[in-house]
């Protein structure tokens, strides 16, 4: 049990401590971080809750039927039905957040705070699913699957927090980016259970994480030198 809840744990800890690091310049209040994991785990929690509500319209809860041959249906399910909905769990506390935490206030906070919502969220997640899985695949999944979620919720985070502060005028480009995060998370999951396909998944995660390293390094930069030029004023 002990090693259970410490695969479950520890990755989303890392990452945390990862992301703390990245935002050293003017750090989030670890409080406000543990509140927004807690948040992310219990929307996660309902999430799965509601999956079960979409079974009214014919929608399955469970597809495992399906992962042992990919096929159509399984690839339009995961992008048009679990990418959007658990992209959409994951985007309600972020808004919560957004609008009522007072140390939410410059560009970087919304890829750390969409990044640890997911963490939440994939923690969840882990719990339901790793008491299936043992070996390498256990801690594959452990580790894997906190980070693919801050990817993906990366891209929606950033770009809707450009458009409330005003940066982005058009709603079309959060929407976009909501909409690219969801499908690239379908993607990603239909990769992944595709045996001839799995390299892409793999490509599909460092695509993004590679445009992600570039927005924080931008992010951090122009925050340095704001801050040296303020320092020379006075």
């Not at 919560?96 to 997640?125: C, H």
């Not at 070996?135 to 979620?149: F, K, M, N, V």
């Not at 990817?151 to 450009?162: L, P, V």
Request: proline share 5%; with cysteine.
């Amino acid at each position: 049990m002990l090693l259970f809840l410490m695969s479950i744990i520890a990755p989303s800890l890392f990452w945390i401590l990862y992301f703390y690091y990245k935002d050293r310049f003017q750090p989030e209040p670890l409080l406000d971080l543990g509140f927004s994991y807690l948040l992310g785990f219990l929307f996660s929690f309902l999430c799965y809750k509601f999956y079960y509500i979409l079974q009214l319209w014919n929608i399955p809860y469970d597809i495992s039927s399906y992962l042992d041959n990919p096929s159509p249906y399984l690839f339009v399910y995961l992008t048009m039905v679990t990418g959007v909905v658990e992209e959409f769990f994951k985007l309600i506390p972020y808004v919560f957040i957004l609008k009522f935490f007072t140390n939410f206030d410059e560009p970087l906070d919304s890829i750390v705070y969409a990044s640890v919502i997911a963490l939440g969220f994939a923690s969840y997640e882990n719990f339901l699913n790793l008491k299936y899985l043992s070996g390498i695949e256990l801690y594959a999944r452990a580790i894997a699957s906190p980070l693919t979620h801050t990817i993906f919720s990366s891209i929606w985070g950033y770009y809707i927090y450009k458009f409330l502060k005003g940066e982005k005028r058009s709603f079309t480009m959060p929407v976009s980016a909501f909409i690219f995060a969801s499908v690239s998370h379908g993607l990603y999951d239909y990769f992944l259970f595709t045996p001839v396909l799995r390299i892409l998944s793999s490509l599909l995660i460092l695509g993004i994480w590679l445009w992600r390293i570039i927005v924080i390094e931008k992010l951090q930069k122009k925050y340095s030198n704001y801050k040296n030029s303020k320092m020379k004023i006075f």
